[in-house]
């Protein structure tokens, strides 16, 4: 194919993928609860079949769904597209869901505002910006009759950004994903690739004393202060943990103190107390410890249990229970693949990119589930994504993405389909 001429039928396709991802903006799927995936669907399952792809939709079982620990409603409903050429099987998959919008945005979160070159919007960094950079790559290499080299596939998946039971783990773990992955979340536009991401587990902690009245609270157990020496050895573990460092280069965001992938440990939410004159009877308090490669699940299950027997004999308390939650696993991403040398191949031509960092990143992903449903299968991932170093947006109020960021992308996408 005549790259250059892609390239530009990308720029002059500006409209038609900004279009796409401010209908898909529009659509509010903050999760939890996570409705309105059919909704999102209905969007773009015609633009899919436009262009030569029969699509199915596949809803995550109650069974599965009802493992999630969050207030959940409506159907976790998925699409699976596929474009059946007899050519080798690529999955390219992003996840619809945003987390909800928590502090004062400047911007309409669900408005898809566009401002001096960006566009603002819950999603448009993470990750509904893919579903408009994949579908104006397919667009593109439709309207020019160019055929793809794969039987091109896009899943379009639920429930990423609370885990447990993502959608892309249960169409993984149903044979729906090749092993030959376009991973569309934690790419970088900058001359960075992502070779590992961490796991992460939720600890929910509950302390329980005894209330009485606060004028004379000789008589009760106080959960909260009771949980204060399980906190102070949770704190110790927490030094211990974040001193451990990872084979894995760490992704050079500004200001990062290591040079390697890292454990995280944070002591998160607390929840105690009803009434200033009632001594609390129960305390709860929420951990979220992300995991690296080398750290085993079972190993971390134990260590933080031992710390907080160590933190109860040193207590009143009358009782203290934990509860797990894996939420995600950790995955190491060789780069060194046939998929992850194309990738940068196609970053070179669209971006000029002549040498590139390579580093892990403690946020977690629904990859880790594919990669090992996908087992014995060697997997090979080329990843993409519209990730800045300098400014790491997602999650953030006045979340937004560059215009050219979605240009940039989608010439990505479309060279590493086609050319």
């Known amino acids: 194919m005549n790259v250059q001429e892609v390239f530009k039928r990308v720029e002059q396709s500006e409209d038609y993928i900004v279009d796409v991802l401010r209908r898909v903006v529009a659509v509010d799927t903050s999760v939890p609860p996570g409705e309105n995936y059919g909704r999102l669907i209905d969007l773009v399952e015609p633009d ?3 262009f030569g792809f029969e699509t199915e939709r596949v809803v995550v079982p109650p069974d599965k769904v009802a493992q999630i620990p969050l207030p959940l409603s409506g159907p976790r409903e998925n699409l699976v597209a596929r474009l059946k050429n007899g050519r080798p ?28 070159g960006r566009m603002y919007g819950r999603g448009t960094v993470d990750m509904k910006y893919a579903i408009a950079c994949f579908l104006g790559a397919v667009k593109v290499l439709h309207d020019m009759g160019i055929e793809p080299r794969y039987a091109l596939e896009c899943l379009l998946c639920t429930d990423e950004e609370i885990g447990v039971w ?202 880790g589930f594919v990669v090992e449903a996908l087992k014995p299968e060697k997997v090979q991932v080329a990843a993409f994504g519209v990730i800045r170093a300098s400014e790491i947006l997602a999650h953030a109020a006045d979340e937004f993405v560059y215009v050219e960021d979605l240009l940039t992308m989608t010439k990505e996408l479309a060279y590493y389909f086609a050319a």
């Open 166 to 367: 993502p959608g892309a783990r249960f169409l993984a773990e149903q044979g729906y994903f090749s092993p030959h992955l376009v991973w569309m979340e934690l790419g970088a536009i900058d001359p960075v690739v992502v070779v590992g991401a961490a796991g992460s587990v939720s600890i929910r902690i509950k302390a329980r004393g005894r209330s009485c009245h606060s004028g004379v609270n000789w008589m009760g157990i106080n959960a909260i202060e009771e949980m204060v020496p399980v906190m102070q050895d949770l704190l110790i573990l927490k030094k211990e943990v974040e001193q451990r460092l990872s084979r894995i280069a760490s992704f050079p965001l500004p200001g990062n103190p290591f040079e390697k992938m890292t454990p995280m440990f944070n002591l998160d939410i607390i929840h105690a107390g009803t009434k200033e004159n009632i001594v609390p009877a129960e305390c709860t308090l929420i951990i979220n410890r992300r995991y690296i490669v080398e750290e085993r699940y079972d190993d971390l299950v134990a260590e933080i249990e031992a710390a907080l027997k160590r933190g109860r004999d040193r207590s009143r308390l009358l009782d203290l229970e934990a509860d797990f939650t894996l939420a995600y696993t950790p995955v190491e991403i060789d780069p060194d693949t046939e998929a992850g040398r194309r990738a940068r191949e196609a970053m070179t031509a669209a971006c000029g990119y002549p040498d590139y960092l390579y580093g892990g990143i403690s946020g977690s992903t629904d990859l």
């Open 48 to 50: 899919f079949r436009k």
């Open 89 to 116: 099987r690529l999955s390219a998959y992003a996840h619809m869901d945003v987390v909800p919008v928590e502090e004062a945005w400047t911007r309409d979160p669900f408005g898809g505002e566009i401002v001096d």
